[in-house]
């Protein structure tokens, strides 16, 4: 019987020596009796250490451990979960902080009560933890302070999250538009293709996608963003959701369009220049080929203008250019084009036209309406002019061509005293064109 009595001995040596967790066997007065190979390597610590029978306070100096030890001798309840953090003078690793977890439970032997601490190194799960805790926390504070709106949506487009300057870019509060799908702040004229962009990714037909779009905010205001769109699969449901970047770009899109506008319009009236002018004409003319219409350019010069600037000043000549460029511009159809060519020199462009006989009332009509006297510098002024008509096909079928025709018409109208329109005559030759313009000029 002693004989196996010592070999079970031995044996519950050996399994307990070869546990992968580590385990501290403690006596009523917390001292150690017995430390397996496990926790030996956790703790740094050799067997003489441990023969010397030292405080459990000694070996593993926690006071947490302490407390839990204490109550799990007093009543006997597991204590589960004990966290010990170990510096580099106390089995840390190059001065780093490890962590030990110990579950104790109260056992008897021979009449005395024993502690038995099972421990595992939970370093590593803890350090992973620590980072996504982390994570979780960047990724919070990234999302609520982003300096661009951010939303998930479901596959459907309802708002799941959005961030605060989302928020402020629609205008809507953070309740509002979870209440709301993406449809209900997108631009009627950019809705049926931001439908089908989110469709194609829920799809899957496509992965990302980034345009230009527009919102429109809660108070009516319209918007422009650049949206970037991606899908993704929530890692806890499988389901599929959208993600949102979006941009408040109005300021550059304004600021485009201004640059736009100093590219295609007359700094002085606002009306469009003649690189606007020959790409409105070339509209006109294509549209009117496929319906079988005319077009009707019109060249006006105002007559005596020098006289204005010579005798008022320059200032009183830019005034004068100015009304009749807003009197040129209100008596017009919106199809109508009315340009500035230079100078005291308009273009009008008159679509779908039927026949010349339009044009001609228009040109009588403008004669009659525009040069109406004004005041400039405290002096009333008559201003006239000159209107010179030619007719797409009949006098031209391009844009350069028509303007010719037009120029010349408008130096006939000139040549008879001026205030009068007339249409392009074609069979006045090149050498008769060049004299009448001569004798204008004189």
Not at 12 to 37: K, T
Not at 91 to 102: A, P, S, T, V, Y
Not at 150 to 163: D, H, T, Y
Not at 170 to 188: D, K, N
Request: charged fraction near 25%; hydrophobic fraction near 45%; include cysteine.
């Amino acid at each position: 019987m002693p004989g196996t009595v010592l070999e079970y001995q031995n044996y519950l040596e050996q399994v307990i020596g070869g546990m992968p967790a580590g385990l501290i066997v403690v006596d009523a007065e917390r001292r150690v009796l017995s430390v397996n190979r496990t926790m030996s390597a956790m703790l740094g610590v050799a067997g003489a250490a441990i023969a010397a029978r030292p405080a459990l306070e000694a070996l593993v100096p926690s006071t947490e451990l302490a407390l839990r030890c204490a109550a799990a001798l007093a009543g006997g309840e597991p204590q589960d979960g004990v966290p010990v953090a170990l510096d580099g003078a106390d089995g840390g690793r190059n001065g780093d902080i490890r962590w030990l977890e110990f579950n104790i439970r109260r056992t008897r032997l021979a009449g005395g009560d024993l502690l038995l601490l099972i421990g595992q190194d939970v370093t590593f799960r803890r350090q992973a933890r620590m980072r996504l805790q982390e994570s979780e926390a960047f990724f919070r504070l990234t999302f609520s302070q982003a300096a661009i709106g951010i939303a998930l949506l479901s596959r459907e487009g309802r708002f799941l999250r959005v961030n605060r300057k989302l928020s402020e870019i629609v205008g809507y509060s953070e309740i509002e538009l979870l209440q709301r799908f993406f449809h209900q702040v997108t631009h009627a004229d950019d809705l049926l293709d931001d439908r089908a962009i989110m469709a194609s990714l829920a799809g899957g037909s496509i992965g990302d996608v980034q345009r230009e779009t527009r919102y429109v905010r809660k108070d009516g205001r319209i918007v422009w963003v650049a949206l970037s769109a991606s899908a993704m699969r929530d890692a806890v449901s499988g389901q599929l959701r959208l993600i949102l970047a979006v941009e408040d770009i109005s300021r550059r899109k304004q600021d485009e369009e201004a640059l736009l506008r100093m590219a295609n319009h007359d700094a002085l009236t606002g009306l469009p220049n003649r690189t606007l002018l020959q790409d409105r004409l070339g509209q006109a003319v294509c549209k009117a080929q496929r319906a079988g219409r005319q077009v009707g350019v019109m060249f006006i010069d105002l007559d005596r203008f020098k006289q204005v600037n010579d005798t008022l000043g320059h200032e009183a000549g830019d005034q004068l250019i100015i009304e009749i460029a807003r009197r040129l511009a209100g008596s017009l159809r919106e199809s109508d084009t009315v340009a500035r060519q230079g100078g005291d020199e308009f273009v009008v462009v008159l679509d779908d036209l039927a026949a010349p006989e339009d044009a001609a009332l228009v040109a009588q009509k403008l004669l009659d309406r525009l040069f109406q006297p004004l005041l400039l510098c405290g002096r009333e002024v008559v201003p006239t002019g000159s209107i010179g008509i030619a007719m797409y096909p009949r006098d031209g079928e391009d844009s350069a061509a028509l303007l010719k025709a037009a120029d010349s018409a408008m130096y006939r109208a000139k040549a008879i005293g001026g205030n009068h329109f007339r249409f392009h005559a074609a069979g006045m030759g090149i050498h008769a064109e060049a004299d009448l313009r001569l004798e204008v000029a004189a």
